[in-house]
């Protein structure tokens, strides 16, 4: 059962226009999420996150939406740039309380931004 | 800089064989580090919570005393593959969790390629 899903599984921008990354969940009980970059062979960098509690989070040319109510969030880079090619993971976590939250992850989208 | 450290970033190991891979968590101490799997353009599957000072605790379907998790300081988790065979072969990354467990880090991850 995936309980975080992300259903592009790949995405082609062009330089400089606005790249759109989707993500969906099915727990209600998630109230935390995260985005992540991630180059081959490296470990997943950490992007943006976004409590429950708001509708939207920005930093820089990052904005991270959440629609509780469709159970959705997605991951705005505007402008899209070159160095921004890269597999991005969202993430979805309840926070019970410290300490006992663990992190679900989606099957990532691919985006190639053209130059 | 780096927050987590992982090592090895890569090893061959023949099978039947034990390999170690260690995480460090460099900025800060951790009660909790996370192990993660990731097969070829497929999710992070989380496999196991490291808790230091007592038992991990493994997501289902993930065999303990294949994946032997030691947590033995609050600034390095060790995640040991016992008897190693092909379809072990993977790509590992751990995580570690801020204070607040408002953001993980994670390390480089590790290659492992079992012949």
């Known amino acids: 059962d995936q309980q975080v899903k992300q259903n592009s599984p790949s995405l082609s921008v062009q330089e400089g226009r606005i790249s759109i990354l989707n993500c969906d969940y099915t727990?209600?009980?998630?109230?935390?999420f995260l985005w992540y970059k991630k180059y081959p062979a490296e470990g997943p960098t950490f992007l943006i996150s976004i409590s429950s509690i708001k509708d939207k989070n920005e930093d820089g040319r990052f904005t991270v939406f959440l629609n509780k109510s469709a159970k959705h969030l997605s991951l705005h880079i505007v402008p899209s740039q070159p160095g921004d090619s890269a597999v991005y993971f969202c993430a979805a976590s309840k926070h019970l309380h410290p300490g006992t939250y663990k992190y679900i992850f989606g099957t990532g989208t691919r985006l190639k931004v053209l130059a | 800089g780096a927050v987590v450290s992982q090592h090895p970033s890569r090893v061959i190991c023949k099978s039947g064989t034990s390999v170690k891979i260690e995480c460090r968590s460099l900025?800060?101490?951790?009660?909790?580090m996370f192990w993660y799997r990731q097969f070829p353009k497929q999710s992070l599957m989380l496999m196991a919570t490291?808790?230091?000072?007592?038992?991990?605790?493994?997501e289902q379907g993930v065999e303990k005393d294949k994946f032997l998790i030691n947590h033995a300081s609050l600034t390095l988790s060790t995640l040991t593959v016992t008897s190693a065979h092909p379809e072990d072969s993977s790509f590992y990354i751990c995580?570690?969790?801020?204070?607040?467990?408002?953001?993980?880090?994670f390390g480089e991850g590790s290659w492992l390629t079992v012949v």
């Open positions: 490291s808790n230091e000072g007592s038992k991990a605790t493994y």
């Open positions: 727990n209600s009980m998630f109230d935390y």
């Open positions: 995580s570690v969790p801020d204070w607040g467990g408002n953001t993980i880090y």
């Open positions: 900025d800060f101490q951790a009660t909790t």
